[in-house]
């Protein structure tokens, strides 16, 4: 059996009142990605969308293509962002959606993501626009509510229980605490046990699996505790910068090698738990971020075929269980991770995928 391949998929491709007030009317993902531009010469902006064209994901006959398109290529299934603020969701129409409509029949999965929104689009970082505030009763709240996803037949199962992550777990006031009332209710309602998991992006989020009683990690790319040393900060550019006779985007933004990141996160030793890797075609938020951007600089299909590949042969000989990898991202188009095909390549991410798949299979 091959690995399970499963996309993280960001539902910003819609306008919403909130993005309306606090964006501009009409604001979606597309606005930061379309007015982005290259910060020096073969510098890849704007990342354009191709096959698929600037969708809105208001539009069931684009879910279904997206579908069919992840399929065709071998990913298994997409792991849906869901933003869920005391009861209140946003972005929350394509999923609704998608679980009312029975379609696309493509599996899925929730990813929590737990934190404030705030301004720092446009640098305004501490001006929080809807913030989280957890309690008991929210906790019950949330569980109750994300019981009818986890009895869709479409939700992913690892060892036949629905697989949930939460981005931020360490932003809770009482990890463990929610894991047991989550598993507790989830029981009461006869959802049964559950997979629950937490995202290793941030260095507050690594090794804390066990600790609040969750089931497994899942690796994130980027991790920023591995990120290589930026490029373009020796002396030379900086004296070159003094004198104004090159660009101050290195200095601005944490340029880094694809390749080397690649191998700094095949090289992360084993964890004493369980963890899902995770494999990114590429990152550049630059299109979000005026200053303080992660350029991941060199990614070409090959490259991202040959971490994906390696992935996939460790995998390979674990319990079938674990052969689960996360893929960063199906459609992060603002953070320059996206599989969906683009301009510059095409397909060629896709079929990367593809090809990866096939040599595990042999």
């Given amino acids: 059996m091959n690995a399970r391949l499963i996309a993280f998929y960001l539902p910003q491709f819609h306008p919403i009142p909130e993005n309306d007030e606090w964006w501009g009317k009409g604001f979606t993902e597309w606005t930061?990605?379309?007015?982005?531009?290259?910060?020096?010469?073969?510098?890849?902006?704007?990342?354009?969308?191709?096959?698929?064209?600037?969708?809105?994901?208001?539009?069931?006959?684009?879910?279904?293509?997206?579908?069919?398109?992840?399929?065709?290529?071998?990913?298994?299934?997409?792991?849906?962002?869901?933003?869920?603020?005391?009861?209140?969701?946003?972005?929350?129409?394509?999923?609704?959606?998608?679980?009312?409509?029975?379609?696309?029949?493509?599996?899925?999965?929730?990813?929590w993501a737990n934190e404030n929104w705030t301004r720092r689009w446009d640098g305004q970082e501490r001006e929080i626009l809807i913030q989280q505030k957890y309690s008991e009763e929210d906790d019950l709240n949330h569980i109750r509510w994300l019981a009818r996803a986890f009895s869709d037949p479409r939700y992913i199962r690892v060892e036949n229980r629905p697989l949930f992550l939460v981005y931020r777990m360490s932003s809770l006031p009482n990890p463990a605490a929610t894991v047991a009332r989550w598993r507790s209710e989830a029981r009461r309602l006869a959802v049964g046990e559950l997979f629950l998991c937490n995202v290793e992006n941030f260095p507050e989020e690594h090794g804390i699996a066990q600790q609040y009683g969750l089931d497994a990690a899942v690796e994130f790319a980027p991790d920023c505790l591995v990120l290589p040393s930026p490029i373009g900060r020796d002396k030379w550019s900086r004296l070159l910068r003094k004198f104004h006779l090159s660009s101050s985007a290195a200095f601005d933004n944490h340029f880094v090698d694809y390749t080397t990141y690649a191998k700094n996160m095949l090289s992360k030793p084993k964890p004493d738990y369980r963890r899902f890797c995770c494999v990114t075609p590429n990152w550049d938020n630059t299109a979000r971020r005026r200053?303080?951007?992660?350029?991941?600089?060199?990614?070409?299909?090959?490259?991202?075929?040959?971490?994906?590949?390696?992935?996939?042969?460790?995998?390979?000989?674990?319990?079938?269980?674990d052969r689960v990898v996360f893929l960063n991202a199906w459609n992060e188009w603002a953070e320059g991770n996206h599989l969906e095909p683009c301009q510059r390549w095409g397909r060629g991410y896709l079929e990367a995928t593809s090809r990866a798949l096939r040599k595990m299979s042999t």
Avoid at 40 to 68: I, M, N, T
């Fill in 291 to 321: 200053r303080g951007a992660v350029v991941v600089q060199g990614s070409t299909p090959e490259a991202y075929e040959h971490w994906l590949s390696t992935i996939l042969s460790r995998v390979r000989e674990c319990p079938e269980p």
């Fill in 32 to 111: 930061n990605v379309a007015k982005a531009k290259p910060l020096f010469k073969g510098h890849y902006q704007p990342h354009l969308p191709a096959d698929l064209g600037f969708y809105d994901l208001r539009v069931p006959e684009v879910r279904e293509q997206q579908a069919a398109l992840a399929r065709q290529y071998g990913i298994y299934g997409f792991c849906y962002y869901h933003y869920w603020f005391n009861g209140r969701r946003l972005l929350e129409r394509p999923f609704n959606e998608v679980l009312a409509s029975g379609k696309p029949d493509f599996p899925f999965c929730l990813c």
